[in-house]
């Protein structure tokens, strides 16, 4: 099986239920050609670039699942033929390496600079 990732822009008028139909349609597309839906995130309303079908806004998801062709072929026809997306884009990410999160730097607590200047002044009595 590919990875796959697909974009999609919505109205942003949409009422909750209407959101809700479009992205249960697309999961239950991607279970019913046995693909695995890794995740479904809604990255809000923002401002497009251009005008489409005379929307300044849309409502953006991002689809991470793992499938084949076939799979993408129907879940592109569907979010094709369906009147409120605007716009979508898939894009197979198999051969890319894994993106991992970028490590945080740790502050140090008070804890620790405390045990350090106790140390220091150990160090200090013990030399004189």
């Known amino acids: 099986m590919r ?4 974009i999609f822009i919505l109205h942003p008028e949409l009422s ?4 809700k139909t479009v992205t249960t349609k ?3 597309v991607i279970s019913s050609y046995k693909g695995e839906c890794i995740r479904m995130d809604d990255w809000g309303i923002r401002k497009l670039a251009y005008p489409i079908k005379k929307s300044a806004r849309g409502r953006y998801y991002y689809l991470r699942f793992d499938g084949d062709s076939a799979l993408i072929a129907e879940l592109e026809r569907r979010l094709r033929l369906d009147d409120k997306v605007l716009r979508y884009q898939s894009v197979n990410i198999t051969d890319l390496p894994e993106r991992t999160a970028p490590e945080k730097k740790v502050e ?5 600079t405390e045990e350090t200047v106790e140390e220091t002044s150990a160090a200090e009595e013990a030399a004189e």
């Not at 140090?108 to 620790?112: G, M």
Request: negative net charge; charged residues 45%; glycine residues 0%.
């Open 3 to 6: 990875k796959y990732e697909t």
């Open 16 to 19: 909750e239920d209407d959101i």
């Open 26 to 28: 697309a999961q239950d």
């Open 108 to 112: 140090l607590t008070d804890a620790v």
